[in-house]
């Protein structure tokens, strides 16, 4: 059975940092394209990084230069490294798998993000 637990959220302030993590258990993150999402009160659940199995990654417009996705292979887990947090990025932070070829995709349980002004 897949899980992705996730770690790392917290209240930050503005500007501050954070870099969330996501475990991985029952399958490789070299096998899946990996990525983050982020839904905040009120709106849809948006993609912000993603790093395939092949180690390519894309950003979602608002964070890119700012969030940085990466995966580190002997320990199973991605991070995602959040720098210059902004108002705009409250939310809950999903990590999601998407195991190639076969197409399961799995979900984390979600941390949160706040960041004060």
């Known amino acids: 059975q897949v899980q992705l637990v996730e770690s790392g959220g917290g209240l930050v302030q503005a500007g501050g940092s954070l870099r969330l993590s996501c475990v991985v258990s029952?399958?490789?993150?070299?096998?899946?394209?990996m990525g983050w999402y982020r839904q905040a009160p009120g709106k849809q659940r948006e993609l912000v990084a993603v790093?395939?199995?092949?180690?390519?990654?894309n950003y979602a417009d608002a964070v890119k230069g700012r969030l940085i996705i990466s995966r580190d292979n002997d320990k199973n887990t991605v991070y995602l490294q959040m720098n210059s947090l902004k108002s705009e990025d409250p939310a809950v932070y999903y990590c999601?798998?998407?195991?190639?070829?076969?197409?399961?995709?799995?979900w984390g349980q979600g941390t949160q993000v706040t960041v004060s002004s």
């Open positions: 029952g399958t490789s993150v070299r096998l899946n394209s």
């Open positions: 790093v395939r199995s092949g180690g390519g990654t």
């Open positions: 999601h798998a998407v195991r190639e070829w076969i197409g399961r995709e799995t």
